[in-house]
């Protein structure tokens, strides 16, 4: 599961008024550190149905909060909601079997899951069966129908598949001469937090700086991409900067604040990568 540990939206109106208390109190614990409490009050709710309890107990085994890290456990509890049809769990259980975490590794069960999360239009999924399909891992060779998953995940602001229909569409530029397109695909997946993408649009807005505006923007993608992990652009980042004004640093700062995904702080960290070599 993608973002916060949970999300603070629950229908209280409709609960009843003891599940509404436990699931209050666990929040708070959870909150404040009593980790221990919070699963005493979650794992009731959870066992009774509830997504919500079932993610945090997910989040609370995956990431190690106040119990050790069990990656059997945390997919049992994933397991759970996606056998409820939550989509973005079925999706993350396909994940859990593409990659063997916390079960045996399946790419047929991957594929699977994935089919199901896709067939409710969940992006993530959709982009994630484009790439088996592509590379015939669990399924049957297909570039058409890889291509075609590509572009319907798109058009549900995957920020994946956005970053490989703008590095398609910037191969293309030599024959089409259109970058607009390319720039477009990679700036909206950059602000979903494509950390490819963001490098990417570094690297291109620097190699153009006499267009207004380019040195500043491209010091704000390489600072973006550097927050989300990638740790093989420092240096560009660094000599783009020191092309800026005192002014102009000033505000990338504050830009930087406020074009950044926010994160909460129980989230598991970005993990440093190359994002100009993936």
């Known amino acids: 599961m993608y973002g916060r540990v949970f999300v603070l939206l629950f229908l209280l109106l409709t609960a009843s008024p003891a599940f509404a208390d436990d699931w209050e109190d666990a929040l708070v614990s959870f909150d404040q550190g009593q980790y221990e409490r ?12 509830n ?8 989040a609370m085994y995956t990431y190690g909060y106040g119990v050790e890290a069990d990656p059997v456990a945390a997919f049992g509890w994933l397991r759970r909601s996606a056998e409820q049809g939550h989509p973005a769990a079925q999706e993350s259980v396909g994940r859990h079997y593409l990659n063997g975490t916390g079960v045996a590794r399946d790419e047929g069960l991957a594929v699977h899951w994935f089919q199901l999360s896709a ?41 994946d598949a956005l970053y490989v229909l703008g590095g398609a569409a910037l191969q293309d530029i030599a024959v089409t001469g259109d970058i607009d397109t390319a720039l477009g695909y990679l700036s909206k997946a ?7 993408a963001s490098a990417l649009l570094g690297v291109l807005l620097e190699d153009f700086p006499e267009v ?12 973006a991409a550097i927050a989300a992990g990638c740790d093989d652009i420092s240096d560009a980042a660094a000599r783009v900067a020191a092309r800026l ?32 070599a993936e």
């Not at 207004?212 to 600072?223: I, R, T």
């Open 245 to 276: 004004s005192p002014d102009e640093l000033k505000a990338l700062q504050g830009d930087l604040a406020h074009y950044l995904p926010k994160r909460d702080p129980r989230d598991e960290q970005p993990v440093p990568g190359h994002c100009l």
């Open 212 to 223: 207004p505006d380019n040195v500043f923007k491209s010091a704000l993608h390489y600072h």
């Open 51 to 58: 997504l919500q309890a079932q993610e945090v107990l997910y």
């Open 190 to 196: 950059a602000r979903l937090g494509q950390r490819r």
């Open 119 to 159: 067939q409710q239009n969940f992006p993530a999924a959709i982009y994630n069966l484009g790439v088996l399909t592509m590379n015939g891992q669990g399924v049957a060779t297909d570039p058409a129908e890889a291509w075609r998953l590509f572009e319907r995940a798109a058009a549900l602001d995957d920020p």
């Open 38 to 49: 919070a699963r005493e009050l979650l794992t009731p709710l959870a066992e009774g149905g």
